[in-house]
T-cell receptor, first 118, second 112 residues
Framework: GAGVSQSPSNKVTEKGKDVELRCDPISGHTALYWYRQSLGQGLEFLIYFQGNSAPDKSGLPSDRFSAERTGGSVSTLTIQRTQQEDSAVYLC????????????????FGPGTRLTVL | LAKTTQPISMDSYEGQEVNITCSHNNIATNDYITWYQQFPSQGPRFIIQGYKTKVTNEVASLFIPADRKSSTLSLPRVSLSDTAVYYCLVGAIKAAGNKLTFGGGTRVLVKP
């Protein structure tokens, strides 16, 4: 079946502009995660959605970052007033499990959106 | 999540076995050990997961000693397409979601 998709695949923007990144998770998956990966680095957790529960925003680096998940499916990550240090690959992952299996169920990652802030 | 330490890089040749050891000295009782693989310009992909002893699937084997303070991912007879970054993660089952923390991983380069 279809995997996780993300759009756009690449985004180049100017410093100070707002950007929106989209994630379409695997159908039926209740959990959705956003991560950020800087060049040559590991992944940095940003935000987590699980069903209709309040999202876990503990990884968002600043109040310029926000995310929504509409209807328990598609998610949008918004970065306001982008800065050059925001340049990275933004990865989305979905997962089918709920507690207590939330660790052992695999996270399926999308291809990512490469954001470049000039 | 328990902190993990793994080699930065490893070189190998086609047909050889590659073993990557990950140290996780402060692993907790409820922690599982999971390995992901990431190719350039792609998101990470789940390889294997275990709790203790040995786990084997069609892709790899995972060896976990009795004290669980380390684990070894074994890739049999690697090919050029196994060139990737391999991440070791350790974390517990919890109700609040699994916020995977990836370290720098191990860059495996398979040479012809």
């Amino acid at each position: 079946g279809a995997g996780v998709s993300q759009s756009p695949s690449n985004k180049v923007t100017e410093k100070g502009k707002d950007v929106e990144l989209r994630c379409d998770p695997i159908s039926g998956h209740t959990a959705l995660y956003w991560y950020r990966q800087s060049l040559g680095q590991g992944l940095e957790f940003l935000i987590y959605f699980q069903g209709n529960s309040a999202p876990d925003k503990s990884g968002l680096p600043s109040d310029r970052f926000s995310a929504e998940r509409t209807g328990g499916s598609v998610s949008t990550l918004t970065i306001q007033r982008t800065q050059q240090e925001d340049s990275a690959v933004y990865l989305c992952a979905s997962q089918s499990g709920t507690a207590p299996k939330i660790l052992t169920d695999t996270q399926y990652f999308g291809p990512g959106t490469r954001l470049t802030v000039l | 999540l328990a902190k993990t330490t793994q080699p930065i890089s490893m070189d190998s040749y086609e047909g050889q076995e590659v073993n990557i050891t990950c140290s996780h000295n402060n692993i907790a009782t409820n922690d599982y050990i999971t390995w992901y693989q990431q190719f350039p310009s792609q998101g990470p992909r789940f390889i294997i997961q275990g709790y203790k002893t040995k786990v084997t699937n069609e892709v790899a084997s995972l060896f976990i000693p009795a004290d669980r303070k380390s684990s070894t991912l074994s890739l049999p007879r690697v090919s050029l397409s196994d060139t990737a970054v391999y991440y070791c993660l350790v974390g517990a089952i919890k109700a609040a979601g699994n916020k995977l923390t990836f370290g720098g991983g191990t860059r495996v380069l398979v040479k012809p």
